[in-house]
T-cell receptor, first 112, second 110 residues
Framework: KQEVTQIPAALSVPEGENLVLNCSFT??????LQWFRQDPGKGLTSLLL?????REQTSGRLNASLDKSSGRSTLYIAASQPGDSATYLC???????????FGQGTTLQVKP | NAGVTQTPKFRVLKTGQSMTLLCAQD?????MYWYRQDPGMGLRLIHY???????AKGEVPDGYNVSRLKKQNFLLGLESAAPSQTSVYFC?????????FGQGTRLTVV
């Protein structure tokens, strides 16, 4: 059974800091890993998609890495801003079942 | 370019009533999913489908039924709504690549 875990559950940092969010999964049989952002009371916004054959993806201040063999992904946010405050979710699609499974999320607060 | 559309956006039900939530996608995706999200919690998979005419149970399927008669539509049914089903429901679709989400349906059962 695929399980996705995100650490830490919550994080508070001062503006300008670089930070890393972690995501781990138990079954390496995945099509891809995707990072999302969710603001309070809102829907999901896709940030980055990493195919299973890829090692990393970058978009602006965001960089996501994938190590499928160890079942780990990291989301690196450079020079954090108060506008980055949100919940960040990672999800994987199992290549065995087709299930899209989410972690519990990391709630980030960036203080001015 | 609509993407994934959920209908309705808001609904209030009385305990015991039934209703159907509609998820429609125009991207010809094979995979479709229904989730619920409760306050302070992540997304929990209710049911999913890997193709037209197929459905499978997720993590929290009890109290819900689904159908995928057409490739573009995935319906989520509540036969007898309970207060415990008060939640925000999200639908998603994927072609084994990027997943796209609807805007959510806020359901309250009183």
């Amino acid at each position: 059974k695929q399980e996705v875990t995100q650490i830490p559950a919550a994080l508070s940092v001062p503006e300008g800091e670089n930070l890393v969010l972690n995501c781990s999964f138990t079954d390496s049989a995945i099509y891809n890993l995707q990072w999302f952002r969710q603001d309070p009371g809102k829907g999901l916004t896709s940030l980055l998609l990493i195919q299973s054959s890829q090692r990393e993806q970058t978009s602006g201040r965001l960089n996501a890495s994938l190590d499928k063999s160890s079942g780990r992904s990291t989301l690196y946010i450079a020079a954090s801003q108060p506008g980055d405050s949100a919940t960040y979710l990672c999800a994987v699609i199992s290549s065995n079942t087709g299930k899209l499974i989410f972690g519990q999320g990391t709630t980030l607060q960036v203080k001015p | 370019n609509a993407g994934v559309t959920q209908t309705p956006k808001f609904r209030v039900l009385k305990t015991g009533q039934s209703m159907t939530l509609l998820c429609a996608q125009d991207m010809n995706h094979e995979y479709m999913y229904w989730y619920r999200q409760d306050p302070g919690m992540g997304l929990r998979l209710i049911h999913y489908s890997v193709g037209e005419g197929t459905t499978a149970k997720g993590e929290v399927p009890d109290g819900y039924n689904v159908s995928r008669l057409k490739k573009q539509n995935f319906l989520l049914g509540l036969e007898s709504a309970a207060p415990s089903q008060t939640s925000v429901y999200f639908c998603a679709s994927s072609a084994r690549g990027e997943a796209f989400f609807g805007q959510g349906t806020r359901l309250t059962v009183v």
